[in-house]
């Protein structure tokens, strides 16, 4: 089965292509599965989200693109969240939503996959200053917050601190192992998302490495372009899915209101 939960919209302020287009071309790649999954609205970083006064529109327009290709596709619904207390819109944890992906794009308030966003004393150097050990370790400390929180379904992109390609010799450690059994622990999936070819690093998140740890965890996978163009949309997913099945996996996750199905891929 062919799966992709992972896309962005023009509501995110950095995405293009309207939702109707996503799902066409959707259809056109022959996917069976395919979920919205924009940024939720946060107190913080606003320029890069939907605010939450535009979540009813995300929503109806989705509801309406459901209906009008059911049969076709099955279209699910869902947000990017990042897990971050203090600036948190609760709102986005009362939808009633298939899934929520849990991501993490911030370490204390520093947007490090985002080389735009140098504010409030976070500078280009970022990296550097805190040093790769520190920066590696906060991140996947990050990861393990968020999914003992128990507030989302998917971990996305597990292993984005490797974006600039800081960490292509690093090795999975105890900070990797340790977000993993929280993840494992929480019952949640991990994605293979697709957009680290399109970056940097150049390389799927997770590496094929904490792929198959993840697998030894049982910790169920599934795909996503996060999509933030038409042309991104499923972009190398043969290798994704060659990847899951060399690491073991042989079925997907899906949800459905919040509940999670395998299904063989
Ligand atoms: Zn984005
Ligand atoms: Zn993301």
Sequence with gaps: MNIDLHNHTPRCNHATGSMEAFAL???AQKIDVFGFSDHAPLRWDEGYRMSADEMDAYESEFFALKDKYKGKIVLLLGYEADYLPSKAIDAVFERKVDYLIGSAHFIDLWSFDNPE???DG??????NKRGLDETWRAYFAAIADMAASGLFDIVGHFDLIKIFGHYREK???EAVENALAAIAK?????EINFSGWRKPVKEQYPSAE?????YALKI???FGSDAHAIDHIGYKRPLAYDLARSAGYSEAAIFENRKMRL???
């Design 186 to 190: 929480a019952g949640m999936a991990i």
């Design 210 to 214: 904490i792929l198959k740890l993840a």
């Design 263 to 265: 299904v063989k891929i």
């Design 25 to 27: 071309e959707a259809i």
């Design 122 to 127: 976070f500078g280009a150097d970022e990296f």
């Design 220 to 222: 169920p996978i599934t």
């Design 171 to 173: 090795k999975p450690d």
């Design 117 to 119: 966003s140098v504010f």
